[in-house]
T-cell receptor
C-alpha cells in the first residue's frame, strides 16, 4: 500500500500570503489529522477530519483551516501568514478503529519570510 | 486535559549502552500510550503502543516500554543501542475526545556514538 503523501514537500511564502497544503491518506483510511512541528513548540495537533467533517480541533487561531474531500484527501489552509507559521506540517491518516495507530506522511516544510 | 512529559531532551550514548527514556502522563480516562520515532529525514513512525493487558509492551527494532500505573509512567527501553537508533523519540497520549487526536511530549533527541 502506498503511504501518506503530502504536497508540496517544500514551500517558501511571504508574510501576509496564504498557503494550501495537501494530504492524500493511505487507501481505505478515513481519518486525517494535521500537526505542526516546530523546534520550540514540538508537535502540536491542528485538527482531524473524518468523513468530510472536522471531528477534533487543536488550539490554533482561525487562520488555520482545513477540509476533507469525499475521497478522504485533505487540505489545510493558512491565511495571512506570519513568520511564526514556519514549521513542518505533518499529515497522518488512520483506519479509525477506535483510537488507532496513525500513519504519518513526510511533511511539508513551510518557510515564511 | 491529557498531557505527557518527557524529561530527557537530549541523550548521548555509546553503542551497546542501555537506553531508558522517561515519559510521564496525566490522563483521566482509559489509558492508551504510544511511542513514536522520527529518524533523520524520515517519517514519524510508531515504535510501540499500550492499550490494555500486559504492561510490558514490545515494539519494533528491539524496543520495549513498561506501563506503570502507580507512577503514571511509560518509559521506553532498549538493552543495547545501535548507531542506527539515532533519532528523536516522542511519547504520546490520545486527546479527550473520540477520534485520533494525539498529544505529544516534547521529544527526546538520542545520539548514539559509534
Amino acid at each position: 500500500k502506498a503511504g501518506v503523501t503530502q504536497t508540496p514537500r517544500y514551500l517558501i511564502k511571504t508574510r501576509g500570503q496564504q498557503v494550501t497544503l495537501s494530504c492524500s491518506p493511505i487507501s481505505g483510511h478515513r481519518s486525517v489529522s494535521w500537526y505542526q512541528q516546530t523546534p520550540g513548540q514540538g508537535l502540536q495537533f491542528l485538527f482531524e477530519y473524518f468523513s468530510e467533517t472536522q471531528r477534533n480541533k487543536g488550539n490554533f487561531p482561525g487562520r488555520f483551516s482545513g477540509r476533507q474531500f469525499s475521497n478522504s484527501r485533505s487540505e489545510m489552509n493558512v491565511s495571512t501568514l506570519e513568520l511564526g507559521d514556519s514549521a513542518l506540517y505533518l499529515c497522518a491518516s488512520s483506519p479509525d478503529r477506535g483510537m488507532d495507530e496513525q500513519y504519518f506522511g513526510p511533511g511539508t516544510r513551510l518557510t515564511v519570510t | 486535559a491529557q498531557s505527557v512529559s518527557q524529561h530527557n531532551h537530549h541523550v548521548i550514548l555509546s553503542e551497546a549502552a542501555s537506553l531508558e527514556l522517561g515519559c510521564n502522563y496525566s490522563y483521566g480516562g482509559t489509558v492508551n500510550l504510544f511511542w513514536y520515532v522520527q529518524y533523520p529525514g524520515q517519517h514519524l513512525q510508531l515504535l510501540l503502543k499500550y492499550f490494555s493487558g500486559d504492561p510490558l509492551v514490545k515494539g519494533i527494532k528491539g524496543f520495549e516500554a513498561e506501563f506503570i500505573k502507580s507512577k503514571f509512567s511509560f518509559n521506553l527501553r532498549k538493552p543495547s543501542v545501535q548507531w542506527s537508533d539515532t533519532a528523536e523519540y516522542f511519547c504520546a497520549v490520545p486527546g479527550n475526545n473520540a477520534g485520533n487526536m494525539l498529544t505529544f511530549g516534547g521529544g527526546t533527541r538520542l545520539m548514539v556514538k559509534p
